[in-house]
Every structure is written in structure tokens, then in C-alpha cells.
T-cell receptor
Framework: GEDVEQSLFLSVREGDSSVINCTYTDSSSTYLYWYKQEPGAGLQLLTYIFSNMDMKQDQRLTVLLNKKDKHLSLRIADTQTGDSAIYFCAEMTGATNKLIFGTGTLLAVQP | DVKVTQSSRYLVKRTGEKVFLECVQDMDHENMFWYRQDPGLGLRLIYFSYDVKMKEKGDIPEGYSVSREKKERFSLILESASTNQTSMYLC??????????FGSGTRLTVV
């Protein structure tokens, strides 16, 4: 079945770059997504990438997709304390058009 | 912007009570979803619906039911609440391939 994996925790210093990694198993994924969840809130869509792209940049966010290795990453440049949150990777499966989520990575930004 | 509204942010219910969690979206989306979120387990799909009066079981439907009488409203029902249903419940809707839009979540505590 489909599976999406992420590391659970990442700590960085303010001003540094953060890189959050994700691996998935479904080779028929059509879209891949990054969501951000701040404490006590729902999930907010940050960005997405279509499966035939290998990179997408949006201001401080860069998404890299290695389809051969089924590896997705989110790079946040100049990380700020307001970026502290849980980040979820998700894939839309080709078979069912449902989103499969990873377990989330808690990003802690140290001042 | 799509808005998904969950009726309660926090709920405390007693074991054995029947609990209704309500979700309303305002963008005429066909697809609606209920997830629960638990630490270390990520998001798990309970039920989803692709159309009015239509429902499909997700990965963990036991102990839950749903109702979708109108396109904009998707209700999650706990027939007889138990302490292991204490969790954060997230509703989402989608209409295209741009991922899901989530509500703010309902934190349910069953005592």
C-alpha cells in the first residue's frame, strides 16, 4: 500500500536554512504537497508540485522532487521563529485521488 | 478563498455519549474528508464523501459514522464515545488537484 515517511524532528537556528525530507512509495502519484500546522490549528497548504516537475520555488520555499528515488524535500531559506510548526508531506495517489499524509516533522527554530 | 468551518474548537464529552462534529465548506466542493490526528501517528482518514448522500470508509472507520445530506455539510458521528476517541479531528474539502483545504480542527476529550 501507499506509505509516506518523514523524520519526526528538526532543529535549526534562526537565519539558517531548513531542509525537511520525505519519501513515498506510490510511483503513480500525481501531485505532492507540503502542509504547515501551527500549534492548535488545522493544516495550511504551503505549496505543491506536479509529479512531472523536479523543482518549484516560491519565495523562501524550494521544493525538490526526485521521482526516481521517490524523495521530496522542502527547503526554507532564512528560517524564522514563525516557521516553527509541524510540516506534513502528502501525496495524491493516482489510483484513488486521495491524499496520503506523512507523520509530520516538527521544526523547532532556535533564536 | 475556500473556507472550511468546524463548529467547535474544543469539546468535552462523557463516555457513552453520542457526539456530533459538524463541518461546513463554502466553495461547492464535491469531496469532503474527516481525519483524526494523534501524536506520532500523523493524520488517519476516518471517512470521506465524494457527493451528497455518498460515503466511503477510510482507514479507521470503526466507532464512527458520517452524514452528508447537503453538499456543503459533512458530519462525523461518534455513536457511543469512548476514551480512545479523544483526539484532534480535522475536516477537509477538495474540488481539484490543488490539495485539500482544512478546517481549524476540533479537539475532543472523552472523559
Amino acid at each position: 500500500g501507499e506509505d509516506v515517511e518523514q523524520s519526526l524532528f528538526l532543529s535549526v537556528r534562526e537565519g539558517d536554512s531548513s531542509v525537511i525530507n520525505c519519501t513515498y512509495t506510490d510511483s503513480s502519484s500525481t501531485y505532492l504537497y507540503w502542509y504547515k500546522q501551527e500549534p492548535g490549528a488545522g493544516l495550511q497548504l504551503l505549496t505543491y508540485i506536479f509529479s512531472n516537475m523536479d523543482m518549484k520555488q516560491d519565495q523562501r520555499l524550494t521544493v525538490l522532487l526526485n521521482k526516481k528515488d521517490k524523495h521530496l524535500s522542502l527547503r526554507i531559506a532564512d528560517t524564522q521563529t514563525g516557521d516553527s510548526a509541524i510540516y506534513f508531506c502528502a501525496e495524491m495517489t493516482g489510483a484513488t485521488n486521495k491524499l496520503i499524509f506523512g507523520t509530520g516533522t516538527l521544526l523547532a527554530v532556535q533564536p | 478563498d475556500v473556507k472550511v468551518t468546524q463548529s467547535s474548537r474544543y469539546l468535552v464529552k462523557r463516555t457513552g455519549e453520542k457526539v456530533f462534529l459538524e463541518c461546513v465548506q463554502d466553495m461547492d466542493h464535491e469531496n469532503m474528508f474527516w481525519y483524526r490526528q494523534d501524536p506520532g501517528l500523523g493524520l488517519r482518514l476516518i471517512y470521506f464523501s465524494y457527493d451528497v448522500k455518498m460515503k466511503e470508509k477510510g482507514d479507521i472507520p470503526e466507532g464512527y459514522s458520517v452524514s452528508r445530506e447537503k453538499k456543503e455539510r459533512f458530519s462525523l458521528i461518534l455513536e457511543s464515545a469512548s476514551t480512545n476517541q479523544t483526539s484532534m479531528y480535522l475536516c477537509a474539502s477538495s474540488g481539484a488537484n490543488y490539495g485539500y483545504t482544512f478546517g481549524s480542527g476540533t479537539r475532543l476529550t472523552v472523559v
